[in-house]
Structures are given as C-alpha cells and as structure tokens.
C-alpha cells in the first residue's frame, strides 16, 4: 500500500487547511485508515481514524474543530482542519491498516502561526 498526503502549509491561528492521502496498491482490505501527528520532540500521537465502516475517533484536543471522512471507494482519506492552532503545528502523517499491518505516508508539514 502507498499513501500519497497533499494539502499541508502555513496558515495564521483561526485558519483551516485540508489535508488529503490517496492510497494506491493492496488497497481492497484497508480496515481503518487516519491521520497521526508528531510536532518536534514529541512522539508521534493519534489526530483521526475512520474504518472501513464509517466510525470515527478523534484526539480531544482537536474534536470539534477537525473533520475526517473517506471518499472515492474509500482509498482517499481527508483531514478538515478548521480553528487550527500554533499547537497543532506538526508533520502529519497519513495510516492505513491492512490485515493488523500499518502502512505510513512520508509526512506532511502543518505550520499555524499565531
């Protein structure tokens, strides 16, 4: 499976972005896919996953103010992100799980200036 993440940059406090990954390959037994985050000497930490199903789960430091949904056969995951904060300045980096295995986007940067 590869996953191919679009949509990042800069934006001032208050601002949205989104974010999109399109995964490609083995792609007919994705069970859940979503988006992590990891800001500079912090471990990577959970943003938003959807499963094939539909369900969602979100960190509570951004439920409210970002969206994730599937689309396009369920291979295109997005990320609306709206009310965006300094702090959710990280590299945000597409998953997918496939039969208990997680495949990873190389990342992509989120800058919000305050």
């Known amino acids: 499976v590869q996953l191919v993440e679009s949509g990042g940059g800069l934006v001032q406090a208050g601002g949205s972005l989104r974010l999109s990954c399109a995964a490609s390959?083995?792609?007919?037994?994705?069970?859940?896919m979503g988006w992590y985050r990891q800001a500079p000497g912090k471990e990577r930490e959970l943003v938003a996953t959807?499963?094939?199903?539909?369900?969602?789960n979100y960190a509570e430091s951004v439920k409210g103010r970002f969206t994730i949904s599937r689309a396009g056969a369920e291979n295109t995951v997005h990320l609306q992100m709206n009310s965006l904060k300094p702090e959710d300045t990280a590299v945000y980096h597409c998953?997918?799980?496939?039969?208990?295995?997680?495949?990873w986007g190389q990342g992509i940067q989120v800058t919000v200036s305050s």
């Open positions: 390959g083995t792609i007919f037994s994705i069970n859940a």
């Open positions: 998953n997918a799980n496939l039969l208990a295995v997680d495949f």
């Open positions: 959807i499963t094939a199903g539909g369900s969602t």
